[in-house]
């Protein structure tokens, strides 16, 4: 998931194309006649490669005159040919902006090329992403070198959506008027996310709150939840019910969190998400659920569908974070003890051994699931972290087959009453099932038990 930190990281890496033209047909000096597979011309030129194609023809010989990011937004302001570029005297209305939303899995990547080494391939990208289209690529170069460029600044964004054309102006308001409350800006204000949350209606639940980008711009889920619980706030509570120390503590700790993932490029510690057993008190009283998209004058329990975007898997220790504090004991028994993880006594007498690589041992071992569209697809099993390990072996042997003579395949309840709960199901559903894409099966179903669970249990995460 690109959150608002990895946004900003994005933000700055296209700063270096800042002030340059954008070129739709780059040319290959002395390039001959043949470029192989590049689509080239006989005259030395590549044919268009900035994507969406139609990009190229609407932004040719535009100047890329700012790029900032917003939470996890980043938005490319262009000018138009003859309106100055950079001066700050441009004609009104000349200026166009183009949006990038990189959501889960999007990445940017900016770098200077020659004009002789445009066919090659670009240092410092995936393999995988060097063999995929990009979602966006924009060649750029000095305004003095326009139409015979010896080098290139090259953007290129994978796995991205893109608005073109958007308002620069109001892409710009919506910078100045929302920056103070971006948990990734240099221009942060705690003060005033705290006023923004203390205005919102009483029955809004506090992980909703800081989700909504409107109030809290770049925090994502990971982010959400980690601060939760480093802020020891459970996340179904009502903004309302917060008092002012914890709601102070809430906005502390995710801008920390934030800040620290922005400057490492990595995640934190991560104590509760797509975890079972809790990073901080160590006891198997990690929580799971879907919750959030209640809308701001309907229920509080997840069940509103007035702002189901918002509605997210969310993790929590109901030791750490208890939703009354008289209740915290009582909440902690009850979490071990509905199924969502083994009680202490069933792991000591559970004596089978933990599955091991051959060669590399066991902390090499990790657990996998079949993406494939085979007839092993969802299926779980282990292999080795090593790479080049060959390793292989189903880790669903001890699992009933269903109806349909397949393996039953694992799965985790996100409910409100089973949350953290696994159960074996048919992969192909149920054909009784109205609506979705899995109607063909025999809709087996039956909660794991802990015999089945216990040769995977070391390697096993909610979020599989």
């Known amino acids: 998931m690109v959150e608002g930190p990895g946004c900003t990281r994005n933000g700055r890496k296209v700063q270096i194309a800042v002030g340059k033209t954008l070129v739709a047909t780059p040319r290959v000096p002395d390039a001959g006649p043949n470029l192989g597979d590049s689509g080239g011309a006989s ?235 809790c990073g901080t008190c160590k006891s198997i009283t990690v929580k799971m659920q879907k919750i959030g998209g209640a809308s701001s004058g309907g229920t509080t329990n997840g069940s509103g569908k007035g702002h189901a975007f918002m509605s997210r898997v969310t993790f929590w220790c109901t030791v750490c974070q208890p939703m009354n504090i008289s209740s915290g004991t009582t909440n902690s028994l009850s979490a071990i003890d509905n199924g969502n993880a083994p009680n202490s006594a069933s792991m000591t007498t559970n004596n089978r051994p933990r599955p091991q690589c051959p060669q590399h041992g066991t902390r090499s071992m990790k657990l996998c699931r079949v993406r494939k569209g085979t007839q092993n697809t969802l299926r779980i099993f282990f292999t080795c972290k090593i790479r080049g390990c060959q390793y292989f072996e189903w880790a669903d042997t001890t699992f009933s087959n269903c109806k349909c003579g397949k393996k039953a395949i694992l799965r985790v309840s996100k409910t409100e009453r089973s949350g953290g709960r696994w159960f074996l199901c048919c992969a192909s559903g149920d054909k009784s099932t109205k609506g979705g894409s899995n109607q063909n099966g025999c809709g087996h179903f039956e909660w794991a038990k802990d015999d089945q669970l216990a040769p995977i249990r070391s390697l096993l995460t909610p979020l599989l």
């Open 43 to 277: 005259d030395g030129t590549l044919a268009p490669p900035t994507l969406p194609r139609h990009l190229a023809r609407e932004l040719d010989s535009y100047t890329l005159k700012e790029a900032f990011t917003l939470g996890k937004e980043l938005f490319l302001i262009f000018a138009a040919p003859g309106d100055g570029g950079t001066d700050g005297n441009d004609a009104v209305g000349t200026d166009v902006a183009l949006r990038l939303h990189f959501g889960m899995n999007g990445s940017l990547h900016a770098r200077k090329v020659r004009a002789s080494d445009l066919r090659k391939k670009p240092s410092g990208v995936a393999p995988w992403k060097q063999k995929n289209d990009p979602s966006l690529r924009l060649y750029l170069v000095d305004g003095s070198h326009f139409g015979g460029a010896s080098s290139y600044v090259i953007v290129e964004a994978w796995d991205t959506s893109i608005t073109f054309p958007v308002s620069a102006t109001n892409s710009r308001n919506k910078m100045m008027e929302a920056t103070s409350r971006d948990v990734c800006s240099t221009l942060f204000n705690a003060q005033d996310v705290f006023t923004s949350i203390r205005q919102l209606g009483n029955n809004l639940i506090v992980s909703d709150a800081i989700l909504n980008q409107d109030i809290f711009p770049g925090i994502g889920n990971i982010i959400k939840i980690e601060g939760l619980h480093l802020s020891k706030v459970d996340p179904r509570k009502i903004t309302s019910s917060l008092t002012d120390p914890e709601l102070r503590r809430l906005i502390r700790h995710t801008r920390k969190f934030s800040m620290n993932w922005l400057k490492s490029g990595r995640a934190g510690p991560k104590l509760v998400y797509n975890q079972t057993t």
